[in-house]
């Protein structure tokens, strides 16, 4: 290229939108033009970029060694070409995180997985003590490696010894790490509880939200101070990329400093999202609002429909009624947890997410159903466009032999409601 051509791809001045205030636009709106600001191209759709290093300027009198750089704006991504390595930033994951950032409000970074992104948080915040229920077991073995390099005490999130009396042992720097909703349950727990008596000890208030991505939950609303999602499930959304994201509430004390000392570490763990990851985010996120509504939604009512089958409350035709009777025991998801809809319905206003478990009345029965099932698959993890179904114990020891778990996709409810009735009339007489 001749020294006088312009290069289309020179970023511009303007920096790299991140709205807010008052004004700010809607989710849905975000999740299409967040990144506007830094598409210096006249592609509508992204480009793919996959290079791992990115020229520098051929101007040596602009030549600026990276220690000497000044870092850009922390919650905002690099702008343009403004790259200089992969393990750093990329094109494609930097405007994945300009989305992200303004979707989830708080300044956000992106990991290879959800469980690097659980890593990364305990690396950044090095508790002595570390308080957690139940839940995604993949994070209780991060948190087994985390122990094994420090001597971490790990306690039980719903001991009240955790909490009160003489031995009570969470203090300053430690970490309350809350899943909600929970997996594989789908039960919600109340994150401003939680975040009262984690702050009360000085402890951090960190939440695994996966389950719940916007626009059902925002947990910084109730006193979170991280947020962690597994990306690989809502954001990704249709089973094909793996991704972590934590973000940072702007509330914590030096949280600019706090930021740039977890992408540092990120650079030198070198847990850093693929950049095909990257614009499959992007694509992605376009549609979350819809997915997300759409998914909850039909789980709202198949949970409804099972539930009142089960307890006879329910004006459905007698043979569904009858065909749940003989076939489940159990079933649980937020929508039921009638008792806590004071805080709840106010934690999670549009909807109760898309995943729910139910238990059936024996092991074969309950290993038999998804056999029998032709709009679900028999797979394990959730969040994508296809519904599934997964006899949870094939990945999950920790939980009973009779228990399904299920991740509602965005197909029509009633299709996967007739589904799963010939799915439980074909093993009820197991
Ligand atoms: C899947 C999942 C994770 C782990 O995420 P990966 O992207 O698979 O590493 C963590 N927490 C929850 C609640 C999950 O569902």
């Not at 020294?3 to 970023?11: D, G, I, K, R, W």
């Not at 480009?47 to 220690?67: C, G, M, N, Q, W």
């Not at 070198?270 to 759409?294: A, H, Q």
Request: net charge negative; charged share 20%.
């Amino acid at each position: 290229m001749s020294s006088n051509t312009p290069n289309p791809n020179v970023p511009d001045a303007e920096p790299p939108i991140l709205y807010t205030t008052d004004s700010t636009p809607s989710l849905a709106t975000l999740a299409i033009h967040a990144d506007d600001s830094i598409n210096h191209y006249t592609d509508v759709a992204p480009a793919i970029h996959v290079s791992t290093t990115f020229r520098y300027t051929s101007d040596p009198s602009k030549l600026v060694p990276e220690h000497d750089l000044d870092l850009r704006s922390p919650d905002t991504p690099a702008a343009g070409d403004s790259h200089i390595y992969s393990r750093a930033t990329a094109p494609n994951t930097s405007r994945l995180e300009a989305v992200l950032s303004n979707i989830i409000g708080q300044p956000s970074l992106t990991y290879s997985s959800g469980l690097a992104a659980f890593h990364a948080l305990l690396v950044h915040l090095h508790p002595k003590v570390v308080a957690i229920g139940d839940g995604y077991h993949g994070c209780h073995g991060v948190l087994e490696v985390y122990k094994k390099l420090t001597n971490c005490v790990i306690v039980d999130l719903f001991d009240e010894s955790t909490w009160d009396g003489p031995n009570h042992k969470l203090g300053s720097g430690d970490v309350v790490h809350l899943e909600t909703p929970v997996n594989p349950h789908g039960k919600a727990y109340d994150i401003a509880h939680f975040a009262q008596r984690a702050h009360a000890r000085g402890a951090k208030l960190t939440v695994d939200a996966t389950f719940a991505p916007p626009p059902l939950l925002d947990p910084f609303k109730w006193g979170a101070d991280y947020v962690m999602h597994s990306g690989t499930k809502y954001f990704g959304g249709h089973s094909d990329m793996l991704c972590g994201v934590l973000a940072i509430a702007r509330s914590n004390a030096d949280w600019e400093k706090a930021y740039w000392s977890m992408w540092t570490e990120r650079m030198f763990l070198g847990s850093v999202m693929g950049s095909l990851e990257g614009w499959l985010g992007v694509r992605s996120l376009r549609t979350l609002e819809l997915r997300v509504k759409r998914q909850s939604g039909n789980a709202d009512k198949l949970v409804a429909w099972i539930d009142g089958c089960l307890k006879g409350s329910t004006d459905a035709p007698k043979a569904e009624v009858e065909a749940v009777q003989k076939t489940v025991t159990s079933i649980t998801h937020a929508s039921l947890q009638t008792e806590d809809f004071p805080w709840l319905k106010e934690q999670m206003p549009n909807g109760f997410g898309p995943v729910f478990s139910f238990s059936l009345k024996s092991e074969i029965m309950a290993k038999s159903v998804p056999s029998k099932l032709h709009f679900f698959h028999h797979a394990t993890s959730l969040g994508g466009v296809e519904s599934l179904i997964e006899w949870r114990r094939m990945s999950d020891d920790t939980v009973g032999p009779e228990l399904l778990r299920v991740s509602v996709g965005v197909e029509n409810w009633e299709d996967l409601k007739y589904d799963l009735l010939q799915g439980l009339q074909a093993v009820a007489s197991l």
